[in-house]
């Protein structure tokens, strides 16, 4: 997909919610709409939406006296009584609001693009938090700010959404492509602001936990993830490694048997040629219930499920077991894991990603069935 612009998405749209205007309107609506002036720091208000981190305003300040003021202007909105809301700047605002009130009254007065307001009060919502990320994009981030930042994107497009606005493709493409980052990184994101537990979002916040950490500790149920913060704060912090291997544990049980989905677990888990990395029990629960449903509708309807593609007609008409057998393993270890982790991070249960991770389910379950010679 192309790179767009999300604000000439919505600008577009603004145009067309827009009613049509003639004669003295119309030479009114073409004046330009931005305009920069110099506004006090006094007369400038926070956005409550900024969930940006306010991170070393020591050395913007002093970058800001070196420079002899601020030379990039802000983005702001109208308020009432003569305020502005920044947008876009909220730590160049800060920065000069405390050299004033260290006796510096010439950094008082900064230049400020003004963002006028739109008629619609939603669309101006959702105008003003896109305009808080898209002109952040460029601003050095910490692991704590991306995730927030993806989390933040996801809302508003769903909001746009709602409102009727349409999107020029997938919502995670647009996310990435936005972000300047990947679908996969996107995903792993979203998982992290779902599921991993306040106390260690916390730690991201605070910069103590690193981003992958961060996403293998969120594969953790509740319980394995608080286990695992008290390893945090005993040892003073967890690698990627010490994450990863609590979440390669199977849960414990409380019986001394095994269970006898643990025991095929343990059988599947074990290693082969054909299979690059066991998958943890947990996984292996999520991916036996998701195949309940198709296991059911074969016992009622032998039929395959769908007809299969080109490629694999060919495979199923002309390929040797063994080869079936290669495919099914790749469809599982690599394929399906990759869309369910998509598909857990779109809060949509219907989006294309949960309809990818049931075809997926779907071939597996023809290929199985020619594997097994049904």
């Not at 693009?113 to 101006?124: F, L, R, S, T, Y």
Request: glycine share 6%; charged share 30%; hydrophobic share 35%.
């Amino acid at each position: 997909m192309g790179k767009f612009n999300l604000m000439d998405l919505l600008n577009a749209q603004a145009e067309r919610d827009a009613p049509q205007a003639s004669g003295t309107d119309e030479a009114q609506r073409q004046k330009p709409a931005y305009e920069i002036v110099a506004l006090s720091v006094h007369s400038l208000a926070p956005s409550e939406d900024n969930f940006y981190s306010m991170a070393e305003i020591e050395t913007l300040k002093r970058d800001i006296e070196l420079a002899g003021g601020v030379k990039q202007n802000l983005t702001v909105t109208p308020l009432e009584g003569d305020k502005y809301k920044i947008l876009a700047g909220h730590r160049r605002r800060r920065a000069c609001l405390e050299l004033v009130q260290e006796g510096k009254p010439e950094y008082e007065f900064i230049p400020c693009g003004i963002e006028p307001p739109q008629p619609d009060a939603e669309m101006q919502a959702i105008r003003e938090e896109l305009l808080i990320i898209t002109t952040n994009s460029q601003r050095e981030k910490t692991d704590w700010d991306r995730v927030q930042e993806a989390k933040h994107l996801h809302d508003v497009l769903q909001r746009y959404k709602k409102r009727g606005g349409r999107l020029p493709g997938r919502m995670r493409e647009i996310i990435a492509d936005t972000l300047n980052t990947s679908t996969t990184q996107i995903g792993r994101m979203g998982a992290i602001a779902k599921k991993l537990i306040p106390e260690f979002q916390a730690e991201m916040k605070e910069k103590r936990l690193g981003i992958s950490a961060a996403y293998e500790l969120s594969g953790l149920p509740e319980e394995q993830q608080r286990a695992a913060y008290a390893e945090h704060r005993e040892k003073g912090g967890l690698s990627v490694s010490d994450a990863k291997q609590r979440k390669s544990k199977p849960k414990p049980q409380d019986e001394t048997a095994n269970t006898p989905a643990q025991v095929e677990w343990e059988r599947e888990a074990a290693p082969s040629p054909n299979r690059e990395a066991p998958r943890t029990f947990e996984e292996f629960q999520e991916q036996q219930k998701a195949l309940r449903p198709l296991e059911q509708q074969k016992a009622a309807e032998p039929e395959p499920l769908s007809e299969p593609d080109t490629a694999a007609s060919a495979l199923l008409d002309t390929g040797t077991p063994e080869e079936i057998k290669r495919a099914l393993e790749r469809l599982e270890n690599h394929l399906l894991p990759y869309c369910v982790s998509m598909a857990e991070a779109d809060e949509n249960q219907e989006s294309e990603w949960a309809l990818d991770v049931k075809a997926v389910l779907a071939a597996m379950a023809e290929l199985q069935r020619r594997v097994n010679g049904v």
